[in-house]
Structure formats: structure tokens, C-alpha cells
């Protein structure tokens, strides 16, 4: 129904999973002390990615105690499981299937769950920079180095990408390539133990082949996206969990999302140009908070908008876009 912004437009489907930590200001039940040193919930979230030109939509939530560990593989599993039942049946296994996580999913058990036979996702998996990484990034070869890239196809200036091999592979599924990358800090920023000769270095896995490196490096880092998503989700409902109960919490979950998948594919299938990224508050400024005056008259409904408003041209040309779209039912 999107056309060319359709999610597996390009034959691939995305799906980012990532934490988010809901603070709670009264004792709720599973809240918890978290990593930060707050108090509260630590949901596992997954959404698909719409790319660049949307929001992109939520498909699993799993509701989790503030002490649930970051890096928790039954629960990536979980989580990834609801999320590939929420897509269509040719999507829930097979390499069209992209799973992208940061370090928390770098783990032995949720990496050989995504590549067992018969499932054969495919992958792109931060993983932690480890002491033998470090040694291994030390010993590379200036020759190993490739220039990485931006998302138009430029070389990224001080920033570079190289594949380990070897020992460091070993006990990892077979298939599973280890990319690494090592980039001049930003100004004032901190360098880490794991850092080298000045370079911050950072690295994730994936079982993508046939294609360069520093292309692979750029889809990886594409996974920020999901941040965007999680602030947009905050902004639906998932700022807080307002009751006490954790099986009424859930059901909250459930509504932020259904909240928030129709704000995904609303301005998928009604907006262009920048009023498709708008985000639930801008929405809700622009277009949600018109006034307007429904009529009836010879048997027809038309509806008002003030003229004077700024945006009744976006209004009323989503309108009209969602009325040339064919009866799903």
C-alpha cells in the first residue's frame, strides 16, 4: 500500500531491538532499580524500520523488571519471536530478514538463535570490545583498513573499518563475520581502556557476505534509528506506566503500541516530504489540534478546516490521499 516507502520495498525487512528504561514514581509491581541507578521498568522493545522516510512501527514490547539484565539472551529471544509473528509468513525466517541490536545482544545464545538451521535470519549484532578484540585491533594492518562511509556514499573522514578473522571466531556460529571500527573521538569527548592510539573503537557481528565492509558498517550504524522510535513511543505513552498491576501494564503496552503503529503508517500512507517525519507531538500540534466543523448536508459529510490554520493544506491533501486508497476490508 506504500509503494516505493513500503518497509520491504528493497526485498529485505529490518527489525531493531532495543531497551528502554520507564521510570516509576510510586511503587509499581516488577519495578525495580535499574543500571542507571533509577527506579522502575526495563521494556525490551522491537520495531521495523521504515527507513528514512518514516517512523517506523512497533511489533513486540516485552515488560521486564528494572533489574532485568541488558544483555539478557531468553529475552532477545523472546522478543524477537513476538516480533516475527507480528510479520507476514514469508518474512519470519530467511535472510530477507534483518535482526539489529546493539552490544546487549552481542551473546553467544541469542547470535546462535538467529543463524540455527531452518531460521536463518540474518543479523548485524554490536558487540562488546573485548581484551582479545583490542589485541587483535592493535596487531591489524594499516592495508586491513578500509575508509568508512556516510549514508550518501562519501568517505567518512577519520574513520575507518577492517574484519578480524581467526581465534576470535571461534565457538561463534559458522558464517558469523566480526567488523570493527575505529574513528577519531569528537571534541571533549572521553576515551575508553578499550580504545586505541587515540581511535574509539567499536565492533558488531552479521552473516551478510557480498558486500563491502564499510557498506555493512553503515547498515549497522543505521540501528540508531530505533532511538528515534523509543522517544517517539515515550511521547505516545511510554513515559510512564501509570498503573500498579504488571498484567494491566501490559495491557498499556499494548495500546501505546496500537497508538503508535497508527501514527507509522498514518503519515506512511497520507504525508510527504518533511510532514512524513513528523513525530506523535508535532502531529499532534499540526494536524491533530485543528479546529474543524463536520457538515452533513445532501447526504454528504464535509469537514471544515479553518483556512487561516498553516498547515489545512497538509490536511486536506492527507485527506484526500487516504480516500483514493482501496477498502482493506
Same mark, same amino acid.
Given at each position: ?12 525487512? #529490518? ?20 543500571? @542507571? ?9 522491537? =520495531? ?22 541488558? /544483555?539478557?539472551?531468553?529475552? *532477545? ?11 507476514? +509468513? ?17 551473546? *553467544?545464545?541469542?547470535? !546462535? ?8 535470519? !540474518? ?10 578484540? *583490542? ?6 594492518? #594499516? ?30 556460529? @559458522? ?10 573521538? *569528537? ?16 565492533? =558488531?557481528?552479521? /552473516? ?25 513511543? +515515550? ?13 494491566? /501494564? ?38 491533530? !489540534? ?30 484526500? +490521499?487516504?480516500?483514493?486508497?482501496? /477498502?482493506?476490508?
Amino acid at each position: 500500500m506504500a509503494g516505493d516507502t513500503a518497509p520491504d520495498a528493497d526485498g529485505q525487512v #529490518t527489525v531493531d531491538l532495543d531497551g528502554v528504561l520507564v521510570i516509576a514514581h510510586s511503587d509499581k509491581e516488577d519495578a525495580a532499580a535499574t543500571w @542507571k541507578k533509577t527506579y522502575g521498568h526495563h521494556p525490551l522493545t522491537a =520495531f521495523v524500520d521504515h527507513g528514512p522516510g518514516g517512523i517506523g512501527e512497533p511489533v513486540a514490547a516485552l515488560l521486564r523488571p528494572g533489574n532485568a539484565g541488558s /544483555n539478557t539472551a531468553a529475552d *532477545h529471544i523472546t522478543t524477537a519471536q513476538l516480533a516475527l509473528a507480528q510479520l507476514p +509468513r514469508r518474512y519470519r525466517r530467511g535472510r530477507q530478514t534483518l535482526i539489529r541490536t546493539d552490544s546487549a545482544g552481542g551473546t *553467544h545464545d541469542f547470535v !546462535s538463535w538467529l543463524a540455527k538451521r531452518g531460521r536463518w535470519l !540474518s543479523y548485524s549484532v554490536g558487540m562488546t570490545v573485548t581484551d582479545a578484540i *583490542h589485541e587483535y585491533v592493535l596487531k591489524a594492518p #594499516t592495508s586491513a583498513w578500509t575508509p568508512a562511509v556516510e549514508a550518501d556514499g562519501e568517505a567518512r573522514n577519520g574513520a575507518w573499518v577492517a574484519e578480524l578473522t581467526g581465534k576470535l571466531l571461534h565457538g561463534w556460529p @559458522k558464517g558469523m563475520r566480526l567488523i570493527v571500527r575505529k574513528e577519531r573521538p *569528537h571534541p571533549g569527548a572521553q576515551l575508553r581502556i578499550t580504545d586505541a592510539d587515540g581511535m574509539r573503537i567499536t565492533c =558488531f557481528a552479521t /552473516n551478510t557476505t557480498g558486500r563491502p565492509i564499510a557498506e555493512l558498517k553503515l547498515r549497522h550504524r543505521l540501528r540508531a534509528r530505533a532511538e528515534d522510535r523509543i522517544r517517539a513511543a +515515550r511521547a505516545t505513552g511510554l513515559r510512564n506506566l501509570p498503573l500498579h498491576d504488571t498484567a494491566q /501494564n501490559r495491557v498499556w503496552m499494548e495500546i501505546v503500541q496500537i497508538a503508535f503503529d497508527l501514527l507509522a503508517w498514518m503519515p506512511m500512507l497520507a504525508l510527504t516530504g518533511r510532514a512524513r517525519l513528523w513525530e506523535p507531538r508535532r502531529l499532534r500540534l499540526r494536524l491533530f !489540534s485543528a479546529a474543524g466543523q463536520l457538515v452533513i448536508t445532501g447526504r454528504r459529510r464535509i469537514l471544515r478546516v479553518a483556512r487561516h490554520w498553516p498547515w489545512t493544506g497538509e490536511i486536506t491533501e492527507a485527506l484526500e +490521499r487516504l480516500a483514493l486508497l482501496p /477498502n482493506p476490508g
